[in-house]
């Protein structure tokens, strides 16, 4: 199919705009020469709630769609990505997302439900976040859900807790980054009311997804092993005016300041357009930025660390004794419609 496909045309799962990723995905060469920044951009949110609806990891997806994976490959390994099946309902609010349909019932009730839960953040925790960019919600899932989070990503790295020369083996890791997305251990927070409800008053809707992040490891320097980044960076792209948007991180065990724990710049997000201003001409604010205090936060298991997208942040070299476990986990807007 030489043609981008159209936006309803559908294939066995009946999901809408995934045959046209597909086709953009591997055709990224052609796609280059293409369309104006903000029709790119459009494109792009559109498929992130695509991608992380259906259950699917950027990284995974952006390794998975090699030029030569045809579209039936592609449903195929959504289906067995979520274990044979699809929730119809997740479908429905896919497409209704997607193309600014109304919702069912059952999406309505969650929403209306998540609305009239208490907040769990207080005046002050807002206060914070406007100020800093930066507000912790403690226990957001429980020790047992932690535990079993910790366990799954030990499985699948071949980690052992208490063994000290098992910490360095790099199985399906890059970096600290532990390319594990799909895991039962991994839902409790994805569906957690609580964690909706800490979104939802930052974004100022209840209409949210989840991310299908990955998880990390971070285990103690020694020789060998150096800690190799992420040092302070943004993920947003740094050549557009950065808008709202919050990143989230969640501590699966106790992580002192000194054991790796997550770094930002508290605060950046009142100055980074002046500070960009200050930067040569066609200067990347990534080699800038390299070397700007930053503050490490600790935090206990069960801890969800929210950060706005404009702070410069990172993780650190862990000098503590025991490795650092997390899981990365965002929510985000579904309906793209309603920001352009
Ligand atoms: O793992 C960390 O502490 C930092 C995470 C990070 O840099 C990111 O999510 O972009």
């Not at 052609?30 to 950027?58: K, N, P, S, Y």
């Not at 390319?179 to 909706?196: D, G, K, T, V």
Request: glycine residues 8%.
């Amino acid at each position: 199919m030489s043609q981008q496909p159209q936006i309803e045309e559908t294939g066995s799962l009946g999901v809408v705009r995934l045959k046209r990723l597909w086709w953009r995905w591997t055709h990224r060469g052609v796609l280059a020469e293409r369309g104006d920044a903000a029709a790119r951009q459009h494109e792009w949110v559109h498929e992130m709630v695509l991608i992380h609806g259906l259950g699917i990891g950027l990284e995974q997806i952006a390794r998975y769609l090699t030029p030569e994976r045809t579209f039936d490959e592609l449903e195929a390994w959504i289906l067995e990505l979520n274990g044979g099946s699809i929730d119809p309902a997740c479908i429905a609010r896919l497409n209704a997302a997607l193309t600014g349909g109304a919702y069912d019932a059952q999406t309505q009730r969650r929403f209306e439900e998540i609305a009239a839960m208490p907040a769990v953040f207080d005046a002050s925790d807002l206060e914070t976040w406007d100020e800093h960019g930066i507000v912790v919600l403690r226990d957001a899932i429980s020790a047992q859900q932690c535990a079993a989070a910790v366990d799954a990503v030990h499985e699948f790295i071949g980690v052992r807790a208490d063994d000290a020369s098992t910490w360095y083996q790099r199985n399906h890791a890059q970096g600290i980054m532990v390319q594990l997305f799909q895991h039962p251990a991994l839902e409790p927070a994805r569906r957690s009311a609580r964690i909706h409800k800490a979104f939802s008053q930052l974004w100022g809707t209840t209409d949210l997804l989840p991310t299908f992040d990955r998880c990390g490891f971070n285990p103690p320097e020694q020789a060998g092993f150096i800690f190799p980044g992420p040092h302070l960076h943004w993920d947003a792209d740094m050549t557009k005016p950065i808008g709202f948007g919050v990143q989230g991180l969640l501590y699966l065990g106790d992580t002192a300041a000194e054991q790796g724990a997550f770094s930002c710049v508290p605060g950046f997000h009142k100055t980074l357009d002046g500070w960009l201003q200050s930067l040569p001409p066609r200067a990347d604010p990534h080699d800038h930025i390299r070397g700007t205090p930053a503050k490490a936060i600790a935090g206990n298991a069960g801890d969800l660390i929210l950060w706005h997208q404009a702070l410069p942040h990172g993780s650190s070299p862990n000098r503590a004794a025991r490795p650092r476990v997390v899981q990365y986990l965002t929510m985000f807007p579904a309906r793209p419609s309603e920001r352009f």
